[in-house]
């Protein structure tokens, strides 16, 4: 399969993501990558690659196509996508269009990312909102949050389709079976909630291609209730920042807290393993990124602050998705649903 890479995309372009796609290539015989960006700049850092002997064994599956232009998060999406025709969202992301590769992967622009899913590769017809799927950073029995962030005031409709990829996804990519997919509401009640959440309720209470469990609260979500969360994405987002904002200020409460006595210090070190441990399971970094869902390609979002590991791990997962077949899979299950895409 062919995976494309926005060279350019994120805080640390395009080193890291050179030594990501160089990384993948290393592990992944199947998988071939084209870099998005710069030619000379890309050459130049591809030269630079700390292990040389490795590169010369998979340079054969490394190609660049020419993208001088780079669009940043500070630029308005799709006038950027119409302004700047040799960026590497447009260049990567026609590539995908043309079916000449399978996927691409970007730690650049959200937005940018996201219209260009939708104006460029273009969505899976039946879907009326490609949707993000997010790994919650929750340890134990994953939790894949969709949407959560792409669409706001979103239609009961959606978030029924949002439910069918967020089960197609869990079982293909996260290898679980009969995954078992709740509604992010303020109570379990079926009444319960506002209008918009009350018809999806009805909605997904109907025969549908996933295994729907009910109304979920945040909390109970939070301590393994479902493995898909259905949301809003305006809720979903709002869910997502407050977990990561709960979390960081956790730990650093638990930090302060150790490094403030003797006896605690003392504690910490005892411990040491047991924080590392806790920590890692934390950590977004081995999840890669977030799938944007209900596009006809592999459309990977990875974090913008993503090291080289991050992008492996994108890559990765764009692979895991090709392999699944989960653009496939929702092209078909889309005419399943109990619903029509306007209702």
Request: net charge neutral; aromatic share 6%; hydrophobic share 45%.
């Amino acid at each position: 399969m062919k995976i494309v890479v926005d060279a350019m995309g994120g805080d640390f372009a395009p080193k890291v993501n050179v030594d990501g796609a160089i990384d993948a290539l290393r592990e992944f015989a199947d998988v071939e990558i084209v870099l998005a960006g710069p030619q000379a700049l890309l050459e130049e850092t591809i030269g630079a690659y700390a292990d040389q002997d490795a590169y010369a064994k998979v340079k054969d599956r490394l190609s660049i196509v020419d993208a001088p232009e780079v669009i940043s998060t500070e630029e308005h999406p799709v006038m950027a996508l119409r302004r700047k025709k040799n960026s590497t969202f447009v260049v990567g992301m026609d590539i995908v269009r043309r079916k000449e590769a399978q996927a691409f992967v970007s730690a650049g622009s959200t937005g940018a990312l996201m219209a260009g899913a939708m104006f460029k590769i273009g969505r899976i017809k039946g879907i009326a909102r490609p949707a993000l799927a997010t790994m919650l950073p929750v340890p134990g029995r994953p939790l894949l949050l969709v949407d959560a962030g792409a669409n706001t005031d979103c239609k009961p409709s959606w978030i029924v389709q949002f439910a069918m990829m967020g089960s197609i996804y869990a079982d293909k990519v996260m290898g679980i079976k009969n995954p078992q997919v709740g509604l992010l509401n303020i109570g379990v009640e079926a009444a319960k909630g506002n209008e918009q959440a009350q018809k999806t309720y009805e909605l997904m209470e109907k025969p549908q291609p996933f295994a729907f469990c009910g109304n979920v609260e945040a909390r109970d979500a939070l301590a393994g209730k479902c493995d898909v969360l259905a949301a809003d994405g305006f809720v979903g987002n709002v869910l997502l920042k407050n977990t990561e904002g709960v979390i960081s200020m956790l730990f650093g409460l638990l930090k302060d807290g150790l490094m403030g006595s003797a006896k605690g210090k003392v504690a910490a070190l005892l411990a040491k393993d047991t924080f590392k441990g806790l920590k890692k399971s934390f950590d977004s970094t081995e999840v890669g990124g977030a799938p944007l869902l209900g596009v006809e390609g592999a459309v990977i979002k990875a974090h913008g602050n993503s090291n080289a590991r991050a992008i492996f791990c994108a890559i990765r997962q764009a692979r895991q998705v090709v392999d699944g077949g989960v653009v496939d899979l929702i092209r078909e299950e889309v005419s399943r649903l109990s619903v029509g895409e306007e209702e």
